[in-house]
Protein backbone atom coordinates (compact mmCIF):
# COMPACT_ATOMS: atom_id res chain seq x y z
CA UNK A 1 0.00 0.00 0.00
CA UNK A 2 2.92 2.57 0.99
CA UNK A 3 4.18 1.55 -2.44
CA UNK A 4 1.60 2.43 -3.93
CA UNK A 5 1.09 6.02 -2.47
CA UNK A 6 4.94 6.68 -3.31
CA UNK A 7 4.51 5.83 -7.13
CA UNK A 8 1.53 8.03 -7.23
CA UNK A 9 3.12 10.92 -5.44
CA UNK A 10 6.25 10.30 -7.89
CA UNK A 11 3.70 10.19 -11.14
CA UNK A 12 2.01 13.48 -9.51
CA UNK A 13 5.77 15.18 -9.04
CA UNK A 14 6.43 14.31 -12.38
CA UNK A 15 3.23 15.50 -13.70
CA UNK A 16 3.55 18.77 -12.26
CA UNK A 17 6.93 19.44 -13.34
CA UNK A 18 5.67 18.68 -17.02
CA UNK A 19 2.68 20.81 -16.79
CA UNK A 20 4.80 23.52 -15.62
CA UNK A 21 8.02 23.31 -18.30
CA UNK A 22 8.39 26.18 -19.83
CA UNK A 23 9.89 26.36 -23.70
CA UNK A 24 11.90 29.33 -24.72
CA UNK A 25 12.33 30.80 -28.04
CA UNK A 26 15.19 33.02 -29.39
CA UNK A 27 14.66 34.08 -33.10
CA UNK A 28 17.33 35.55 -35.21
CA UNK A 29 18.33 36.48 -38.49
CA UNK A 30 17.33 37.77 -42.11
CA UNK A 31 19.93 39.62 -42.07
CA UNK A 32 22.71 40.74 -45.60
CA UNK A 33 19.89 41.09 -47.85
CA UNK A 34 20.29 44.15 -50.47
CA UNK A 35 19.17 47.54 -48.89
CA UNK A 36 17.07 48.39 -51.87
CA UNK A 37 14.81 45.88 -51.79
CA UNK A 38 11.43 45.98 -49.82
CA UNK A 39 11.26 42.07 -48.85
CA UNK A 40 13.47 39.36 -48.35
CA UNK A 41 14.33 35.65 -48.84
CA UNK A 42 13.78 34.63 -45.55
CA UNK A 43 9.78 35.97 -45.39
CA UNK A 44 7.93 32.50 -46.15
CA UNK A 45 10.58 31.12 -42.92
CA UNK A 46 9.60 34.34 -41.36
CA UNK A 47 5.81 34.02 -41.68
CA UNK A 48 6.02 29.92 -40.80
CA UNK A 49 7.90 30.61 -37.07
CA UNK A 50 5.15 33.42 -36.94
CA UNK A 51 1.93 30.30 -36.90
CA UNK A 52 4.12 28.20 -35.05
CA UNK A 53 5.05 30.72 -32.01
CA UNK A 54 1.02 31.51 -32.58
CA UNK A 55 -0.38 28.63 -32.21
CA UNK A 56 2.15 27.67 -28.97
CA UNK A 57 0.27 28.79 -25.75
CA UNK A 58 2.97 30.01 -23.25
CA UNK A 59 6.17 30.24 -24.85
CA UNK A 60 8.61 32.86 -24.36
CA UNK A 61 9.94 34.38 -27.60
CA UNK A 62 12.74 37.04 -28.40
CA UNK A 63 12.44 38.30 -31.28
CA UNK A 64 15.43 39.93 -33.40
CA UNK A 65 15.28 39.89 -37.26
CA UNK A 66 16.50 42.04 -40.03
CA UNK A 67 15.97 45.85 -40.79
CA UNK A 68 15.69 48.15 -43.51
CA UNK A 69 12.94 45.79 -45.69
CA UNK A 70 9.62 47.95 -45.44
CA UNK A 71 7.49 44.20 -46.07
CA UNK A 72 9.63 42.18 -44.03
CA UNK A 73 9.63 44.37 -40.92
CA UNK A 74 5.63 44.65 -41.73
CA UNK A 75 5.47 41.05 -41.19
CA UNK A 76 7.62 40.65 -38.42
CA UNK A 77 5.53 43.97 -36.51
CA UNK A 78 2.43 41.90 -37.02
CA UNK A 79 3.31 38.62 -36.56
CA UNK A 80 4.81 38.45 -33.31
CA UNK A 81 2.38 40.25 -30.72
CA UNK A 82 2.92 38.06 -27.88
CA UNK A 83 7.27 38.85 -27.96
CA UNK A 84 8.86 39.83 -25.15
CA UNK A 85 10.91 41.84 -27.51
CA UNK A 86 10.75 42.39 -30.76
CA UNK A 87 13.94 44.56 -32.07
CA UNK A 88 16.23 44.38 -35.43
CA UNK A 89 19.16 42.14 -35.74
CA UNK A 90 21.90 44.12 -35.03
CA UNK A 91 25.38 43.00 -33.13
CA UNK A 92 24.27 44.85 -29.83
CA UNK A 93 20.91 42.62 -30.40
CA UNK A 94 22.62 39.63 -30.25
CA UNK A 95 24.30 40.29 -27.52
CA UNK A 96 22.09 41.92 -25.48
CA UNK A 97 19.74 38.87 -26.05
CA UNK A 98 22.78 36.48 -24.75
CA UNK A 99 23.03 38.32 -20.92
CA UNK A 100 19.01 38.11 -21.02
CA UNK A 101 18.98 34.24 -21.27
CA UNK A 102 22.64 33.94 -19.20
CA UNK A 103 20.89 35.86 -16.46
CA UNK A 104 17.79 33.63 -16.90
CA UNK A 105 19.76 30.71 -16.55
CA UNK A 106 21.58 32.02 -13.73
CA UNK A 107 18.95 33.31 -11.95
CA UNK A 108 16.86 30.56 -12.10
CA UNK A 109 14.03 31.67 -14.29
CA UNK A 110 14.51 28.84 -16.12
CA UNK A 111 14.75 25.62 -14.53
CA UNK A 112 15.19 21.92 -15.49
CA UNK A 113 12.73 20.46 -17.69
CA UNK A 114 12.18 23.71 -19.69
CA UNK A 115 13.49 23.92 -23.23
CA UNK A 116 15.17 26.24 -25.24
CA UNK A 117 15.57 27.02 -29.26
CA UNK A 118 17.77 29.54 -30.79
CA UNK A 119 16.33 29.40 -34.54
CA UNK A 120 18.93 31.18 -36.54
CA UNK A 121 18.52 31.89 -40.37
CA UNK A 122 20.50 34.68 -41.86
CA UNK A 123 23.12 34.14 -44.65
CA UNK A 124 26.15 32.21 -43.42
CA UNK A 125 29.70 33.14 -44.08
CA UNK A 126 32.91 29.64 -44.34
CA UNK A 127 34.40 29.17 -41.51
CA UNK A 128 37.34 31.22 -40.67
CA UNK A 129 40.37 31.92 -38.56
CA UNK A 130 39.98 30.36 -35.00
CA UNK A 131 35.96 30.59 -34.90
CA UNK A 132 34.74 26.59 -34.01
CA UNK A 133 31.41 27.49 -35.62
CA UNK A 134 31.03 30.29 -38.82
CA UNK A 135 29.44 33.84 -38.78
CA UNK A 136 26.24 34.94 -39.91
CA UNK A 137 24.85 38.67 -41.25
CA UNK A 138 23.92 41.03 -39.20
CA UNK A 139 20.78 43.77 -40.28
CA UNK A 140 24.33 46.41 -41.00
CA UNK A 141 25.04 46.54 -44.58
CA UNK A 142 24.51 44.25 -47.81
CA UNK A 143 26.69 41.25 -48.51
CA UNK A 144 28.45 41.18 -51.98
CA UNK A 145 30.29 37.54 -51.13
CA UNK A 146 27.92 34.22 -50.27
CA UNK A 147 31.35 32.70 -49.35
CA UNK A 148 32.79 35.65 -46.70
CA UNK A 149 29.79 37.80 -46.69
CA UNK A 150 31.97 40.77 -47.27
CA UNK A 151 29.82 44.11 -47.25
CA UNK A 152 27.82 42.80 -44.11
CA UNK A 153 28.27 43.05 -40.33
CA UNK A 154 28.38 39.78 -39.12
CA UNK A 155 28.35 37.94 -36.06
CA UNK A 156 29.93 34.73 -35.05
CA UNK A 157 28.17 31.85 -33.31
CA UNK A 158 30.78 30.73 -30.71
CA UNK A 159 29.07 33.20 -28.72
CA UNK A 160 26.18 30.45 -27.97
CA UNK A 161 28.84 28.28 -26.44
CA UNK A 162 28.23 30.08 -22.84
CA UNK A 163 24.53 29.63 -23.72
CA UNK A 164 24.78 26.01 -24.24
CA UNK A 165 26.84 25.24 -21.21
CA UNK A 166 24.71 26.96 -18.46
CA UNK A 167 21.55 25.54 -20.21
CA UNK A 168 23.22 21.96 -20.00
CA UNK A 169 24.43 22.60 -15.86
CA UNK A 170 20.63 23.63 -14.90
CA UNK A 171 19.03 20.50 -16.76
CA UNK A 172 17.68 23.08 -19.52
CA UNK A 173 16.93 21.21 -23.54
CA UNK A 174 18.49 23.24 -26.03
CA UNK A 175 17.95 23.40 -29.58
CA UNK A 176 20.43 25.17 -32.34
CA UNK A 177 18.64 25.34 -35.62
CA UNK A 178 20.69 27.21 -38.10
CA UNK A 179 19.63 27.46 -41.24
CA UNK A 180 22.14 29.78 -43.06
CA UNK A 181 24.94 29.04 -45.87
CA UNK A 182 27.95 26.88 -44.18
CA UNK A 183 25.73 26.63 -41.49
CA UNK A 184 27.30 22.63 -41.29
CA UNK A 185 30.04 24.34 -38.95
CA UNK A 186 27.57 24.55 -35.99
CA UNK A 187 27.28 21.04 -35.69
CA UNK A 188 30.08 21.28 -33.29
CA UNK A 189 27.99 23.10 -30.62
CA UNK A 190 26.25 19.88 -30.07
CA UNK A 191 26.26 17.52 -27.08
CA UNK A 192 24.35 15.27 -24.79
CA UNK A 193 22.11 17.72 -23.85
CA UNK A 194 22.01 19.87 -27.34
CA UNK A 195 20.70 19.57 -30.35
CA UNK A 196 21.97 20.86 -33.56
CA UNK A 197 20.04 20.69 -36.77
CA UNK A 198 21.25 22.83 -39.97
CA UNK A 199 20.26 23.45 -43.23
CA UNK A 200 23.09 22.18 -45.28
CA UNK A 201 27.27 20.82 -44.51
CA UNK A 202 30.05 23.26 -43.34
CA UNK A 203 31.03 23.89 -47.04
CA UNK A 204 27.97 24.43 -49.13
CA UNK A 205 25.30 27.25 -49.79
CA UNK A 206 21.92 26.53 -48.27
CA UNK A 207 18.58 26.76 -50.25
CA UNK A 208 15.45 28.34 -48.66
CA UNK A 209 13.40 25.93 -48.48
CA UNK A 210 15.06 23.60 -46.08
CA UNK A 211 14.38 26.05 -43.47
CA UNK A 212 10.75 27.04 -45.30
CA UNK A 213 9.75 23.36 -44.96
CA UNK A 214 11.41 23.25 -41.11
CA UNK A 215 9.67 26.29 -40.03
CA UNK A 216 6.19 24.82 -40.89
CA UNK A 217 6.68 21.28 -39.83
CA UNK A 218 7.31 22.28 -36.64
CA UNK A 219 3.73 21.53 -34.79
CA UNK A 220 3.21 20.73 -31.09
CA UNK A 221 3.95 17.11 -30.12
CA UNK A 222 6.08 16.72 -32.77
CA UNK A 223 9.97 16.08 -31.76
CA UNK A 224 12.98 17.48 -34.04
CA UNK A 225 14.88 14.48 -34.95
CA UNK A 226 11.45 14.05 -36.67
CA UNK A 227 10.97 17.03 -38.13
CA UNK A 228 14.35 17.16 -39.56
CA UNK A 229 14.11 13.76 -41.34
CA UNK A 230 10.57 14.67 -42.56
CA UNK A 231 12.02 18.15 -43.88
CA UNK A 232 15.10 16.37 -44.98
CA UNK A 233 13.26 13.71 -47.17
CA UNK A 234 10.90 16.92 -49.09
CA UNK A 235 14.24 19.25 -49.56
CA UNK A 236 15.47 18.26 -53.04
CA UNK A 237 18.47 20.79 -53.05
CA UNK A 238 22.24 20.13 -53.65
CA UNK A 239 23.12 20.70 -49.65
CA UNK A 240 23.32 18.18 -46.94
CA UNK A 241 21.26 19.18 -44.40
CA UNK A 242 22.65 17.29 -40.99
CA UNK A 243 21.53 16.97 -37.43
CA UNK A 244 23.48 15.87 -34.56
CA UNK A 245 21.91 12.51 -33.31
CA UNK A 246 24.35 9.68 -33.23
CA UNK A 247 23.19 8.00 -36.72
CA UNK A 248 23.15 11.83 -38.17
CA UNK A 249 26.76 11.84 -37.13
CA UNK A 250 27.74 8.30 -38.34
CA UNK A 251 26.06 9.11 -41.59
CA UNK A 252 27.50 12.52 -41.82
CA UNK A 253 31.02 10.81 -41.33
CA UNK A 254 30.10 8.33 -43.74
CA UNK A 255 28.96 10.52 -46.66
CA UNK A 256 30.14 14.01 -46.35
CA UNK A 257 33.38 14.24 -47.36
CA UNK A 258 32.90 11.71 -50.60
CA UNK A 259 29.70 13.65 -51.62
CA UNK A 260 30.94 16.97 -51.40
CA UNK A 261 31.78 18.10 -54.81
CA UNK A 262 29.15 16.39 -56.66
CA UNK A 263 27.03 19.28 -54.93
CA UNK A 264 28.75 21.57 -56.36
CA UNK A 265 27.82 23.33 -59.19
CA UNK A 266 29.29 26.59 -61.20
CA UNK A 267 27.72 29.96 -60.83
CA UNK A 268 28.62 33.39 -62.17
CA UNK A 269 28.65 34.89 -59.14
CA UNK A 270 29.15 32.68 -56.04
CA UNK A 271 31.01 29.63 -57.87
CA UNK A 272 32.35 27.05 -55.38
CA UNK A 273 33.47 24.27 -58.31
CA UNK A 274 36.08 26.10 -60.47
CA UNK A 275 37.36 26.98 -57.27
CA UNK A 276 37.24 23.64 -56.18
CA UNK A 277 38.45 22.01 -59.26
CA UNK A 278 41.41 24.19 -58.95
CA UNK A 279 42.39 23.48 -55.98
CA UNK A 280 42.38 19.73 -56.41
CA UNK A 281 44.35 19.54 -59.97
CA UNK A 282 47.48 17.67 -58.61
CA UNK A 283 47.95 14.39 -59.65
CA UNK A 284 47.59 13.45 -56.15
CA UNK A 285 44.48 14.99 -55.30
CA UNK A 286 42.92 13.83 -58.37
CA UNK A 287 43.79 10.17 -57.47
CA UNK A 288 42.46 10.62 -53.52
CA UNK A 289 39.27 12.27 -55.79
CA UNK A 290 39.09 9.06 -57.71
CA UNK A 291 39.36 6.75 -54.15
CA UNK A 292 36.94 8.98 -52.82
CA UNK A 293 34.25 8.20 -55.65
CA UNK A 294 34.81 4.68 -55.59
CA UNK A 295 34.23 4.37 -52.11
CA UNK A 296 31.31 6.39 -52.15
CA UNK A 297 29.72 4.37 -54.93
CA UNK A 298 30.51 1.23 -53.01
CA UNK A 299 28.74 2.64 -50.05
CA UNK A 300 25.88 2.87 -52.33
CA UNK A 301 25.82 -0.74 -53.46
CA UNK A 302 26.31 -1.83 -49.74
CA UNK A 303 22.88 -0.24 -48.55
CA UNK A 304 21.35 -1.85 -51.75
CA UNK A 305 22.22 -4.74 -51.13
CA UNK A 306 21.16 -4.30 -47.20
CA UNK A 307 17.76 -3.22 -48.69
CA UNK A 308 17.23 -6.17 -50.93
CA UNK A 309 14.74 -8.30 -50.48
CA UNK A 310 14.54 -11.98 -51.97
CA UNK A 311 11.72 -14.16 -52.48
CA UNK A 312 11.79 -18.05 -53.68
CA UNK A 313 9.56 -19.07 -56.91
CA UNK A 314 9.53 -22.77 -57.35
CA UNK A 315 12.57 -23.04 -59.07
CA UNK A 316 13.89 -19.02 -59.25
CA UNK A 317 14.35 -16.38 -56.79
CA UNK A 318 13.63 -12.65 -57.23
CA UNK A 319 15.53 -10.51 -55.65
CA UNK A 320 13.56 -6.71 -55.42
CA UNK A 321 15.29 -3.54 -54.14
CA UNK A 322 13.14 -1.61 -51.70
CA UNK A 323 16.15 1.20 -52.00
CA UNK A 324 17.14 1.71 -55.15
CA UNK A 325 19.66 3.93 -55.82
CA UNK A 326 20.21 3.53 -59.61
CA UNK A 327 19.66 6.90 -60.74
CA UNK A 328 21.78 7.82 -58.29
CA UNK A 329 25.22 6.04 -59.22
CA UNK A 330 24.30 6.93 -63.13
CA UNK A 331 24.39 10.60 -61.58
CA UNK A 332 27.49 10.59 -60.17
CA UNK A 333 29.02 8.16 -62.54
CA UNK A 334 28.28 11.35 -65.13
CA UNK A 335 29.63 13.84 -63.23
CA UNK A 336 32.68 12.56 -62.21
CA UNK A 337 33.71 11.54 -65.83
CA UNK A 338 32.98 15.52 -66.53
CA UNK A 339 34.77 16.43 -63.97
CA UNK A 340 37.85 14.42 -64.84
CA UNK A 341 37.81 15.59 -68.60
CA UNK A 342 37.57 19.01 -67.29
CA UNK A 343 40.13 18.89 -65.13
CA UNK A 344 42.28 17.48 -68.09
CA UNK A 345 41.58 20.23 -70.39
CA UNK A 346 42.08 22.42 -67.38
CA UNK A 347 45.86 20.75 -66.59
CA UNK A 348 46.52 21.29 -70.75
CA UNK A 349 45.43 24.90 -70.77
CA UNK A 350 47.21 26.09 -67.79
CA UNK A 351 45.04 28.83 -67.44
CA UNK A 352 47.12 30.19 -64.52
CA UNK A 353 49.56 31.57 -66.86
CA UNK A 354 46.92 34.18 -67.71
CA UNK A 355 47.22 35.74 -64.23
CA UNK A 356 50.98 36.29 -64.91
CA UNK A 357 51.52 40.50 -64.70
CA UNK A 358 53.57 42.60 -67.57
CA UNK A 359 54.88 46.36 -66.44
CA UNK A 360 54.36 49.40 -68.75
CA UNK A 361 56.30 52.96 -67.76
CA UNK A 362 55.66 56.10 -69.67
CA UNK A 363 56.95 59.86 -68.25
CA UNK A 364 54.02 60.06 -66.22
CA UNK A 365 52.60 56.63 -65.32
CA UNK A 366 53.46 53.14 -64.51
CA UNK A 367 50.80 50.75 -65.32
CA UNK A 368 50.44 46.68 -64.94
CA UNK A 369 48.34 44.73 -66.97
CA UNK A 370 47.80 40.89 -66.99
CA UNK A 371 48.28 38.25 -69.93
CA UNK A 372 44.38 38.08 -69.85
CA UNK A 373 44.37 41.72 -70.30
CA UNK A 374 46.81 41.70 -72.86
CA UNK A 375 44.96 38.67 -75.26
CA UNK A 376 41.27 40.23 -74.47
CA UNK A 377 42.20 43.84 -75.22
CA UNK A 378 41.93 45.24 -79.13
CA UNK A 379 44.89 47.64 -78.17
CA UNK A 380 45.07 48.37 -81.96
CA UNK A 381 41.72 49.54 -82.21
CA UNK A 382 41.67 51.90 -78.81
CA UNK A 383 45.23 53.29 -80.43
CA UNK A 384 43.29 54.40 -83.52
CA UNK A 385 40.35 55.72 -81.58
CA UNK A 386 43.50 57.85 -79.49
CA UNK A 387 44.98 59.10 -82.30
CA UNK A 388 41.82 60.58 -84.13
CA UNK A 389 40.71 62.54 -81.24
CA UNK A 390 44.36 63.92 -80.59
CA UNK A 391 44.21 65.68 -84.02
CA UNK A 392 41.42 67.75 -82.97
CA UNK A 393 43.05 68.14 -79.29
CA UNK A 394 44.04 71.81 -78.31
CA UNK A 395 44.61 71.41 -74.09
CA UNK A 396 48.44 70.56 -73.86
CA UNK A 397 47.37 68.76 -70.78
CA UNK A 398 44.66 66.28 -72.63
CA UNK A 399 47.35 65.77 -75.38
CA UNK A 400 49.81 64.74 -73.08
CA UNK A 401 47.81 62.19 -70.91
CA UNK A 402 46.23 60.65 -75.36
CA UNK A 403 50.44 60.52 -75.94
CA UNK A 404 51.47 58.75 -72.94
CA UNK A 405 48.13 56.37 -73.07
CA UNK A 406 48.74 55.70 -77.00
CA UNK A 407 52.49 55.11 -76.04
CA UNK A 408 51.49 52.54 -73.31
CA UNK A 409 48.92 50.84 -75.53
CA UNK A 410 51.71 50.17 -78.08
CA UNK A 411 54.04 48.72 -75.68
CA UNK A 412 51.00 46.26 -74.50
CA UNK A 413 50.14 45.24 -77.79
CA UNK A 414 53.63 44.73 -78.58
CA UNK A 415 53.92 42.35 -75.70
CA UNK A 416 51.04 40.76 -76.83
CA UNK A 417 52.04 39.94 -80.46
CA UNK A 418 55.38 38.70 -78.57
CA UNK A 419 53.57 36.35 -76.20
CA UNK A 420 51.55 34.66 -79.14
CA UNK A 421 54.74 34.16 -81.37
CA UNK A 422 56.48 32.46 -78.58
CA UNK A 423 53.46 30.62 -77.33
CA UNK A 424 50.97 30.56 -80.08
CA UNK A 425 48.66 28.38 -78.41
CA UNK A 426 47.82 31.58 -76.22
CA UNK A 427 46.23 32.91 -79.52
CA UNK A 428 42.69 31.01 -78.40
CA UNK A 429 43.27 30.85 -74.80
CA UNK A 430 40.21 32.67 -73.88
CA UNK A 431 38.01 30.64 -76.15
CA UNK A 432 39.70 27.32 -74.64
CA UNK A 433 38.68 28.63 -71.45
CA UNK A 434 35.44 29.82 -72.02
CA UNK A 435 34.33 26.18 -73.46
CA UNK A 436 36.00 24.55 -70.29
CA UNK A 437 33.20 26.80 -68.05
CA UNK A 438 30.70 25.84 -70.27
CA UNK A 439 31.64 22.11 -69.77
CA UNK A 440 31.85 23.17 -66.08
CA UNK A 441 28.44 25.19 -66.13
CA UNK A 442 26.40 21.99 -67.42
CA UNK A 443 27.19 20.41 -64.16
CA UNK A 444 24.37 21.94 -62.84
CA UNK A 445 21.48 20.65 -63.17
CA UNK A 446 23.32 17.03 -62.43
CA UNK A 447 24.54 18.66 -59.32
CA UNK A 448 20.57 19.33 -58.45
CA UNK A 449 19.77 15.59 -59.27
CA UNK A 450 22.37 14.44 -57.40
CA UNK A 451 21.00 16.47 -54.47
CA UNK A 452 17.49 14.75 -54.83
CA UNK A 453 18.56 11.28 -55.10
CA UNK A 454 21.11 11.84 -52.01
CA UNK A 455 17.87 11.86 -50.20
CA UNK A 456 17.02 8.28 -50.39
CA UNK A 457 20.77 6.93 -49.48
CA UNK A 458 20.91 9.34 -46.44
CA UNK A 459 17.49 7.83 -45.38
CA UNK A 460 18.72 4.41 -45.66
CA UNK A 461 21.63 5.10 -43.90
CA UNK A 462 20.00 6.93 -41.05
CA UNK A 463 17.29 4.21 -41.09
CA UNK A 464 20.28 1.30 -41.02
CA UNK A 465 22.30 3.21 -38.05
CA UNK A 466 19.62 3.37 -35.90
CA UNK A 467 19.04 -0.03 -35.42
CA UNK A 468 22.54 -0.22 -33.98
CA UNK A 469 21.67 2.65 -31.66
CA UNK A 470 21.37 1.18 -27.77
CA UNK A 471 17.61 2.85 -27.20
CA UNK A 472 18.93 4.56 -23.89
CA UNK A 473 21.86 6.28 -26.31
CA UNK A 474 21.40 10.48 -25.58
CA UNK A 475 19.35 11.97 -28.23
CA UNK A 476 18.57 15.60 -27.55
CA UNK A 477 16.81 15.85 -30.58
CA UNK A 478 14.56 13.24 -30.18
CA UNK A 479 13.89 14.18 -26.43
CA UNK A 480 13.55 18.21 -27.63
CA UNK A 481 9.59 17.91 -28.10
CA UNK A 482 7.58 20.58 -29.26
Known amino acids: MKTSKNLIIFVIMCLGLQAHATDYLMFIGAGGEPAKQSTTLFDPMIKNMATYVNQSPGLKVNVALNGGHAKTEEIIKNSFGAAESKTNFQESDYKRLIENYKKKLENNEMVSGDQFMIYIDSHGAEKYGNLKTHAIATSEGSLTNL ?94 PMISTQSGQEVTDLLYK ?26 ESQCLAEESYSSLVETIKKIEELNTVSKKFLWWTRKKMTVNLTNLKALLASYENSMVQVQRQMKELGPDRLNQKEIFRTPSQTVQYSWRDLLTTDYKTIVAGLQERLKSATDSWDIGQMKDLISTYDQANLKKEELIKAQPDLANIIEKESAIKKSIASNYFTAAAIGKEERKLYAALYKSSQKDQLLDAPNPCRNFKL
Open 147 to 240: NTLAGASVVNLDQLEELKKLAKAKGVKMAIIDGSCHSGNTQSLADENTCVISSTGPNHYAYSPFSENFSASMVKGKNLEEIFLETRGKDTTAAL
Open 258 to 283: KITPFLYHFDNDHDKLTPYLKNHESD
